[in-house]
């Protein structure tokens, strides 16, 4: 019996596996053209260099990329190993999810927050803005959880507000450049999801995480001082999904306990 339970997990991580690294696969168009302001569906994905037309068989995600030895099957050109990277890393974190969160239509909501996290990530550290489109979607996802949860609705109204007034009133004391507005967004939207206890330690830990790493660059290259603070806000938020309230147990019992 247990044998059967483990193989039934099995098969299903791999299926949740494979359903990840295929919305991965439209996370890289997204990457690529919300920044360029194209569109999403109407521009059929092609090489970057020759303009060649993908076919089915170039658009299977990881496996296209290693059938082809990262390169353009026409011209031959490099291509960016962002794609199967994307693709994996996000096929992986839903596992993640699942098999810490449970089956469930959080898991699932929470599958759609780090696929949005990564999209918005990526163009941030590039680019040095979180697209409004993607904080909107978080916010979509909030109320949804919100509808899912009446009963605890305080816990994630607060959270809409207990961060990103914060954030605000920081952004505009420093006139914009404590913080970016795109991250005030990004705090709302993600507070609403998550609640009031949960976004509070997203931010120390994307405080945490922003510190030590973008030191660590500086030293390593000539990154300067100013660092995209999306990637770290997003991935203190994405921590605190998953370990954030044992943590936060925890650490009250620590407090409590004489």
Known sequence: MATDVMIQNIILGILVFLYGIVI??????????IPAKESLSKKRSHCMRCGYQLRWFDLIPVFSYLFLRGKCRKCKEHISVQYPIVEALNGILYVLIFTINGWS???????????????????DFRTYEIPYGINLFILALGLIHLGLHLGDWVTYVVGLLAVSSFLEILFWASGGRAIGYGDVRLMRAAGLLIGWKLSILALILGCILGSVIHLIRMKLSDEGHVLAMGP??????FISVLWG????????SLLVTP
């Open 24 to 33: 991965g696969s439209f996370l890289n168009v997204c990457i690529y053209r």
């Open 245 to 252: 309230e044992p943590f936060i147990n925890w650490y009250i």
């Open 105 to 123: 239509i959080d898991s699932a909501i929470y599958c759609l927050l780090t696929s949005a996290l990564i999209v918005l990530s990526v163009i």
């Open 232 to 237: 770290y806000l997003a991935a203190g938020i």
